[in-house]
């Protein structure tokens, strides 16, 4: 993915300063993510990542840092911005946030390299997320950037499109949107807590079998929790097609850490399909309508997750 935003040497100089982050020797792009601008930067002091927030307000960006300050008082692996010479975690920047976090070993892993015992780690690492998150409540985390209702709305956006190659994808949408819809009294009852809701391989550092850092909470909401490990499921157990082993390693590293409850369980189903639905959804808006592209991207891949969802239970039809 292409960054939005171009640093100039001297750019990275002065942010380098307003961050304490030492003198600087080299720094680059990082070509990766969908929404912010991310770079690498080494100085005498070590090495750091740079993100600068794009399209988000101050609020958004208090927010993600009052999380991330929860979090890593109670555990949860996660780095902390660093502190701007303000005294805040955060400096304006030509008139956007900039957040600088010191660089974790670690890389990531694809989906076609992912382990069983991948998903047993991150399964694990997101039930002590919950856990983690137990206080915080809708008045202080909000419904999220990609609530159902924004999902609704988003798929409103395209439901008239001509494309062609949309085409099939707009009605099998529209018929799971009305499905989803009889299912919300189901969606209704299960726990609701702090979520990630976007806990991709590329929003994790993995070191062998282990997850040793999640990372990107800038979607971090209130929201139902057995969704957040819908959307993980979706996210780590698939190659070219559903790995079942991985299911049961995810789920189970879930449940070595956490709990789901009857309610939980029941929803789970409606969730993975929900969960597909939102990302099939949201790579047609912001990656194929905006002429992004990127590698993982297509919004195919996770209309085959929604189609293998819906042939597991196809009585629910």
């Given at each position: 993915m292409a960054n939005f935003t171009s640093l100039a040497d001297d750019d990275v100089e002065?942010?380098?300063?307003?961050?304490?982050?030492?003198a600087l020797q080299r720094w680059q792009s990082i070509s990766a993510g969908?929404?912010?601008?991310n770079f690498r930067l080494e100085t005498n002091r070590g090495i750091f990542f740079l993100r600068v927030n794009e399209g988000k307000s101050i609020e958004n960006v208090e927010l993600e840092i009052a999380v991330l300050s929860h979090l890593v008082a109670n555990r949860v692996v996660t780095p902390m911005p660093r502190l701007a010479t303000s005294g805040k975690r955060y400096a304006m920047w030509k008139g956007k946030p900039v957040s600088?976090?010191?660089?974790?070993?670690?890389?990531?892993?694809?989906?076609?390299?992912?382990?069983?015992?991948?998903?047993?780690?991150?399964g694990r690492r997101l039930a002590e997320l919950h856990q983690a998150g137990e206080g915080?409540?809708?008045?202080?985390?909000g419904e999220g950037r990609y609530s159902h209702r924004k999902i609704v709305e988003l798929y409103a956006s395209f439901a008239d499109s001509s494309d062609p190659a949309l085409a099939e994808t707009i009605d099998l949408l529209g018929k799971e949107l009305d499905w989803l819809d009889s299912q919300a009294e189901l969606r209704a009852k299960a726990n609701t807590g702090l979520i990630h809701a976007d806990l991709f391989?590329?929003?994790?550092?993995?070191?062998?079998?282990?997850?040793v850092a999640l990372l990107d909470f800038e979607q971090a909401c209130f929201g139902s929790?057995?969704?957040?490990?819908?959307?993980?499921?979706?996210?780590?157990?698939?190659?070219?097609?559903?790995?079942?082993?991985?299911v049961s390693a995810l789920i189970g590293g879930y449940l070595a850490s956490g709990r789901l409850s009857e309610a939980d369980r029941r929803a789970l189903p409606v969730e993975l399909r929900a969960a597909a639905l939102r990302f099939t959804v949201t790579r047609i808006t912001d990656i194929y309508l905006a002429g992004q592209g990127g590698a993982g991207k297509d919004f195919r891949?996770?209309?085959?997750?929604?189609?293998?969802?819906?042939?597991?239970?196809?009585?629910?039809?």
């Open positions: 002065a942010l380098s300063a307003e961050f304490s982050l030492g969908t929404i912010n601008s600088v976090f010191q660089w974790i070993p670690g890389g990531h892993v694809d989906s076609q390299s992912i382990t069983d015992a991948n998903c047993l780690s991150v915080l409540s809708r008045e202080q985390l391989p590329d929003n994790c550092l993995v070191e062998g079998n282990e997850v929790r057995v969704y957040d490990l819908a959307v993980t499921i979706n996210a780590w157990c698939f190659a070219d097609a559903l790995v079942a082993t991985r891949r996770f209309q085959m997750r929604l189609k293998s969802w819906q042939a597991l239970a196809p009585a629910a039809q």
